[in-house]
Structures are given as structure tokens and as C-alpha cells.
């Protein structure tokens, strides 16, 4: 007896990497359902093939999601049973599909996780680094401005923070972060994950920018990259850098008075002028 039931959206998690990591109820949902919404159906036909899973597939991915959802819905509530799988690892998470998700449960339909791989769940359970409480930033900004701009606004959070980036600008976002978030701050950057060239390394953030902008190797494949919350040491760097940037303020502009404080103290500029 199948155990897919019919006329419901199946999001299913698949590997990030190494592809036995599919698990066997992932395998046997893929099999059952009456098709499968893939990111990119050719990325996607080698991992069925692997695991023998002939179910036709559809294109879902951020260039037609949107025009494709009320067509997929409509076969939902007709009685078809719909897989939703991205390239790699768990749909929605920096991958299409929330459109359809949102479209289906609007609709009345069933949605069910078949939970599996999350690249940013794989790296923080590696990476040595508090994991109680964390936040998920997935990509930065390309634009340079724009991503220092965030890491500013991030820059005074407690909780480790865990961001996706391309390889050719990890480099460049290392060294804004040790800019922004200090030189000390713990970082751990998380590569190739389950992969032939899987590295997980953890150094200061100024250790960590200088290894990784020295060693080309560092720059390719897919990375996660993770960096602790602000902790005692930034508190009292912060306070220090408020009690400066009250003494400048009585002679400067406040924007100008946080920009001295912070490059006195090293504590971030955006938490001195806003606070």
C-alpha cells in the first residue's frame, strides 16, 4: 500500500553532497508521487537515476515559480500527489518553492516535510560554535556597500550567525566581517560540505580572511560560512565605545562622533550612533 496520499505537497529535503545521504523514505516518496517539482530538472535526473526513481519531472524554479504554482496546485486538488525538491538540500531554504508552499496551504492542500540534509544546520553541528541560539542570513548582498551595510545591523547580535556565500566573493565578505565584527571574533568557514574536498575550518576572523585570501583552493565550491555572537569581550568593547562616543558628541556631530568612537574602540559604529 503507498503511503503517499494523494493531493498533497511534499517537500523533500535531498542530499547537499554525497548522494546516499537521500533518505529512504525520501526515496520511496519520490518514487510514489505522480511527479516531482525540481529546481532544475537536468541538476536533479542524476540523483533519481541513482537511486532508481523514474517519476516525471517539471521545472519549479525562481525564474517561473510563479507563473507555475496555479498550475501545480490545480493538479494538487485534482488528486495528484506533488514531490518539491530544490538542487540540494531542504526546498525554501535559499532555494525556490515558498511561493507554491504558500499557494497550496492557501488552497487547503496538505503540506508535508520529509525532513533531510540543510547545509546550514550540517555546518553548525561541525562548527564548535554556540548553537543553542543562531540566526540564518543566508546570502549577503553582492554589492559591497549593501553587504557592509548588513554586517553592520548584525554586527551587535548575540547569536551565532550563519550566512551562505558564493566562492568568489567569500573572500571578500571574510575580510568586511573581520572588519566589522573584529578581528577576534570566532568564524568558521564550512566548504564542500559531504563532499570529496569537505574542509571545516575555525580561526579568528582576521586568521580566517587571511587564510582564505591566500589559498585559492579556499575560494571554490560551495561555502557556509558561520561567526559566533557578539560576546563579553564586544560588550565591553561596546561600552567603551559608548562612553567615548558620549564624550565626542559633546563637541561633534553625532554621525561624525560615532564614526571617531568607533575606530578608537573597535566597537561598531552603527550600534554607537544608534544606541
Not at 6 to 22: E, F, N, Q
Not at 82 to 94: E, F, K, Q, R, Y
Not at 165 to 182: C, K, N
Not at 227 to 245: H, N, P, S
Request: charged share 25%; proline share 5%; aromatic share 4%.
Amino acid at each position: 500500500m503507498s503511503a503517499v496520499q494523494p493531493g498533497c505537497l511534499w517537500v523533500v529535503a535531498t542530499p547537499i553532497g554525497h548522494r546516499d545521504d537521500l533518505s529512504a523514505r525520501a526515496i520511496a516518496t519520490l518514487r510514489e508521487v505522480a511527479v516531482i517539482a525540481a529546481e532544475d530538472t537536468r541538476h536533479s535526473r542524476p540523483l533519481l537515476v541513482h537511486h532508481n526513481i523514474d517519476t516525471p519531472l517539471i521545472a519549479l524554479h525562481d525564474y517561473n515559480e510563479r507563473d507555475a504554482v496555479d498550475a501545480i496546485v490545480r493538479r494538487m486538488a485534482a488528486g495528484d500527489s506533488v514531490a518539491l525538491i530544490s538542487d540540494a538540500g531542504t526546498p525554501l531554504i535559499s532555494d525556490p518553492g515558498f511561493r507554491l508552499v504558500r499557494a497550496a496551504r492557501a488552497a487547503g492542500i496538505r503540506c508535508i516535510p520529509v525532513p533531510g540534509a540543510c547545509a546550514a544546520i550540517a555546518a553548525l553541528s561541525v562548527a564548535g560554535l554556540p548553537s543553542d541560539r543562531f540566526v540564518f542570513e543566508g546570502f549577503l548582498p553582492a554589492k559591497a556597500a549593501a553587504r557592509r551595510s548588513r554586517l553592520q545591523e548584525l554586527a551587535g547580535d548575540a547569536r551565532t550567525v550563519i550566512f551562505y556565500e558564493s566562492s568568489h566573493r567569500v573572500a571578500e565578505s571574510l575580510a568586511d566581517m573581520r572588519d566589522i565584527f573584529g578581528a577576534t571574533r570566532e568564524a568558521v568557514l564550512a566548504r564542500e560540505l559531504t563532499k570529496m574536498f569537505e574542509t571545516v575550518l575555525g580561526e579568528p576572523l582576521a586568521e580566517l580572511a587571511a587564510r582564505v585570501a591566500a589559498d585559492p583552493d579556499q575560494q571554490r565550491g560551495e561555502c557556509v560560512l558561520l561567526v559566533a555572537g557578539r560576546g563579553e569581550e564586544a560588550d565591553a568593547k561596546l561600552a567603551e565605545g559608548q562612553r567615548i562616543f558620549a564624550i565626542l558628541r559633546e563637541e561633534l556631530p553625532p554621525a561624525k562622533a560615532a564614526k571617531m568612537a568607533a575606530a578608537i574602540t573597535g566597537a561598531p559604529r552603527k550600534l554607537l550612533y544608534e544606541g
